[in-house]
């Protein structure tokens, strides 16, 4: 068993934040910094405080000014929005033709962010410093935490694993309940199910410390697979295997009860959006965990080719770096 | 898209008949010519009336003489018991490591019987008795033709340059052109793990219902089997669709933006204690949109097309498999 795709992987000690607000900084500082270590990203724009003077934006996209040199540079507002002067970063994937914005939005009750794919070119706002305007086809998330979970005197990891065409799946974990902060952002590749769905992707994220199949296929999480013919990005679920007239549930099957195997199932995504409602393909490299299996577990490594839990889900790892 | 294996169709025009013991000698007399034909296959032993004379075993095996000539070589024991005089013929699938026995039985109520094995079969102590096998996955039963009308009957196939194979009959009769679906299939899997190299899954069907669950019960009149070649074992197993909080294969039948249909990957998950586990996905074939009626396609792309028989979209030509 081999990947599909060329994966990387690392984690990024975050130390212990001293506050639970500090975690969505760091976190948003790591996120740009994995991704620019991709190789496969780059800033497209950057308003931050530029280590620690006075928050700036660039006068003009793109700008590949990196703002964003420590956590502090990610400055947000006292209130919920996305119209105020506040820290974001867009950067650019030319081989997906992707934008990615980050932002926090929001410095208090454990701090808020937010997060956004277009294939657009995003545009400044009337005040630069304001997060940027996404003209259309935006897919994201504003107003949550990206760590659900945070605990005091506690230290962080944010752990990371791309592909070389700069996918990726970034979550945090915590020396306390070490597998329970199971902020799962992933921007994940796809093999089409037909060839006119160019390099599709989905774009998963969960803010929740309960995380199973549901939640990708309905909840806390959304799910999108752009089309790129008509480049519309629409709603869409993983599909998980059942079999008819049966109470047998899949994600029960833990071992082969001769050689030990893992069971891991693949996703399918399937489209909701009315009008797109069909298979978009296959989840590369990605598959369903069996539910018993406790986070953390990992598949016998085979040298690079190694795969751990993670919620409901087997991903891409080397547990020698991750853990 | 494009298929995982090399695949090769065709047809075989009967002639027109009511008789059923008639159907199923031509069905299998197709079958032998079929899988020969797929240069895959070869004759391992063959019990026949060679072109209208006498009941003959091979003295020894393997032996290549072909003796189902025609139709009437293959004869009719009149009963299910293995141990009694019959036709049967082994065929011997070197890539696949892969006996395929196939015989005749019948009552009042015709039967087929089918075989699969990896262990080499031998002649029984008469040798015109059905060989002795072990390690097999052998189908006793139902005609493989579940509908009789008075027609011409077609046997279609579609085979791999492996020789995994796919063949059902249809009747040009006015009665439902599509409901004889007796689909008698070695299919092809993708592995889900190193182990398990070159698995395969049979399946025998030959009800006129097309539901979803009889390819995913051992139970019912379908029989699908996973084996694992360490320890080269065969086991039970069953076909696993997709579900969410929709169910795509009841609920879309074409994308509503542009027509395309969906066609679902087909999981292979055995049953058998000591060896549940996900075997893999059966390649080139997918589950059809439930909406869709038998002997639809898709749209073709040159030779890459597909074909609705039951449940299943197959590979196929329509211009050649219609």
């Keep these: ?173 915590g020396d306390l309940l070490a597998n329970s902060q199971l902020n799962f952002i992933g921007l994940l590749p796809i093999a089409p199910s037909r060839s006119v769905d160019a390099t599709p992707w989905v774009f998963i994220w969960t803010s929740s410390t309960t995380i199973n199949t549901d939640v990708f296929s309905s909840g806390s999480s959304m799910c999108f697979v752009p089309l790129l013919s008509p480049n519309t990005p629409t709603n869409s679920i993983f599909l998980y295997p059942g079999i008819w007239n049966s109470s047998l549930n899949i994600l029960d099957l833990l071992y082969d009860d001769i050689d030990g195997n893992i069971n891991m199932f693949p996703i399918l995504i399937c489209g909701t959006t009315t009008n797109a409602k069909t298979l978009k393909g296959r989840l590369q490299d990605i598959y369903w965990a069996p539910y018993h299996l406790p986070n953390g577990s990992a598949m016998p490594s085979t040298g690079q080719i190694e795969y751990m839990k993670i919620g409901p889900l087997m991903i891409p790892a080397n547990s020698n770096i991750i853990r | 898209m494009t298929y995982e294996k090399t695949w090769t169709f065709g047809s075989i025009v009967g002639q027109i008949t009511n008789v059923p013991l008639k159907v199923e000698q031509d069905t299998l007399l197709n079958i032998k010519t079929i899988l020969l034909a797929t240069g895959k296959w070869v004759i391992y032993g063959c019990c026949g009336r060679n072109n209208g004379g006498t009941l003959t075993a091979p003295s020894s095996l393997p032996d290549t003489t072909d003796r189902w000539q025609v139709y009437s070589d293959i004869a009719c024991s009149g009963n299910k018991n293995l141990q009694v005089p019959q036709s049967w013929c082994i065929l011997y699938n070197d890539t696949l490591k892969l006996y395929y026995i196939i015989s005749i039985a019948g009552d009042v109520y015709l039967s087929s019987i089918l075989c699969f094995t990896q262990n080499t079969p031998t002649l029984a102590s008469t040798s015109t008795w059905f060989p002795v096998v072990s390690n097999n996955i052998m189908w006793i039963g139902n005609p493989l033709l579940s509908r009789i009308e008075n027609g011409k009957y077609t046997t279609h196939y579609t085979c791999t340059s492996e020789g995994h194979f796919i063949i059902w009959n249809t009747c040009d009769s006015t009665y439902i052109p599509y409901s004889q679906l007796n689909l008698i299939m070695l299919l092809p899997i993708t592995t889900s793990k190193t182990s398990d190299i070159t698995p395969w899954v049979c399946v025998f069907h030959n009800t006129t219902s097309e539901v979803l669950y009889v390819l995913e019960s051992t139970a019912g009149p379908v029989k699908c089997f996973a084996p694992i070649l360490s320890p080269n074992q065969p086991v039970d197993s069953f076909f696993l669709h997709y579900r969410g909080n929709i169910n795509p294969i009841d609920d879309f039948i074409t994308d509503s933006a542009d027509g395309y249909i969906n066609m679902l990957p087909i999981l292979v998950y055995t049953t058998t204690p000591g060896f549940k586990s996900f075997k893999g996905i059966v390649q080139d074939v997918y589950w059809a949109p439930s909406g869709l009626v038998s002997g639809d396609t898709t749209p073709s792309t040159g030779q890459i097309e597909y074909m609705k028989i039951g449940q299943l979209m197959i590979p196929a030509n329509t211009a050649l498999v219609k």
């Design chain 1, 1 to 173: 068993m081999a990947y599909e795709k060329t994966w990387s992987f690392g984690s990024i000690n975050c130390g212990v934040p001293s506050e639970a607000y500090k975690i969505q900084q760091i976190l948003l500082l790591n996120i740009k910094n994995i991704l620019l270590s991709s190789g496969k990203w780059t800033i497209y724009g950057c308003c931050g405080l530029n280590n620690g003077g006075t928050l700036t934006a660039p006068s003009a996209l793109p700008d590949t000014t990196d703002r964003w040199k420590v956590y502090t540079d990610i400055t947000a507002p006292t209130s919920n929005s996305l119209n105020t002067p506040l820290g974001w970063c867009i950067l650019y994937n030319s081989t997906l033709n992707l934008y990615f914005a980050l932002g926090m939005t929001y410095l208090y009750n454990g701090g808020y962010t937010a997060l956004f794919f277009t294939q657009t070119a995003p545009t400044l706002s009337a005040t630069t410093t304001w997060y940027p305007t996404l003209v259309s086809n935006k897919i994201g998330w504003s107003g949550f935490n990206l760590q659900s979970y945070y605990n005091n005197a506690v230290r962080y990891i944010t752990h990371y694993a791309y592909t070389s065409d700069g996918h990726f799946i970034v979550w945090n974990t």
